[in-house]
């Protein structure tokens, strides 16, 4: 279970989280959804301290850290809890797709190469790309980069996978094999949080729907109270915006 509270962020004099409660059931699959600029990704980031939050408390299972006065290993611990995966993939360049899943085995896991080099190379197969292990990052499409990525953070094994908009940098013919990967992990029951513009994939894989705006969650529900009958006028705003006919579901 993920509970976050009064998580706070400002870059200076923009205050980007206003105070956020928000609670994630093991198991559970949370989209959350919102404009640009709505805070959906510093959100993301904090939980894992890309982002160090000015205020408030973070807790994943039984460990929970005080954003005010977190230490070393607090920050170590709760990353160690998570795993990201980014829009722009974040692999090395360097290394072959096998070599890219293997790296936080190998320096988080201290797994042995050749057991850390037979995990990845499985975990490559289950999305897809059993193929694709000695390709480097050049070699493989946009879709295939993310699939390398989405491997990666299944390797460590984590409590909770986040998404930052996991799609957005690919080609449009490109988003549903992503997508199709991500939903066959859903099923397996793996804690996730995604920060996503496909509403479809939201509406159709979510247990949860968060949605924000201006840097705070402004409404949440299950998705068919979300997409079709939202209660706060911002929401509904929001939903007519990127459905004109004024039909919600997607």
Known sequence: MIQ?????????????????????????????LGPSGSGKTTLLRCLNYLEKPNDGQITIDDFTVNCKRPDKKDIHTLRQKSAMVFQQYNLFKHKTAVENVMEGLVIVKKLPKDEARKKSAELLEKV????????????????????????RALALNPEVILFDEPTSALDPELVGEVLSVIRKIAKEGIT?????????????????VVFMDGGVIVEEGKPNEIFNYPKEERTKQFLKRITPEGVYSI
């Open 192 to 208: 996730m949080i995604i920060v996503t513009h496909e509403m479809g994939f939201a509406q159709d894989v979510a247990n949860h």
């Open 4 to 32: 976050l509270t009064q998580i706070k962020k400002s870059f200076g004099r923009n205050e980007v989280l206003k105070g956020i409660d928000l609670t994630v059931k093991k198991g559970e699959v949370v989209a959350i």
């Open 128 to 151: 897809g790309l059993g193929n694709k292990l000695d390709a480097y990052p050049s070699e493989l499409s946009g879709g295939q980069q993310q699939r390398v990525g989405i491997a």
